[in-house]
């Protein structure tokens, strides 16, 4: 098992990433909508700072789908050791 020193902090490197990119997250009509439809489901799902420049980064091309997604699982699993 690799030391935990040694793991990429994926937090860090995709805030690097967006920085470089010049990119931020914004908002869309279609999130808003998606944000109300799952609260009223019951679901209310909520991205953080981090999964949002995901988002953003994706969106403006910089990211694919699946490197989005990869990124993602990882900040997630690095956020819950």
């Not at 793991?7 to 998606?34: C, F, G, M, S, V």
């Not at 609260?39 to 989005?68: C, M, N, P």
């Amino acid at each position: 098992m690799p030391d935990s020193h040694h793991q990429t902090d994926i937090k860090a490197t995709i805030r690097a990433l967006a920085e470089r990119h010049r990119i931020t997250y914004r908002p869309t009509d279609t999130d808003e909508l998606a944000h109300h439809i799952t609260r009223l489901a019951g679901d209310d799902v909520v991205f953080d700072e981090t999964e949002q420049l995901l988002i953003a980064l994706q969106r403006a091309g910089h990211l694919s789908r699946t490197e989005a997604v990869l990124l993602q699982a990882d900040y997630l699993r690095q956020a819950k050791a």
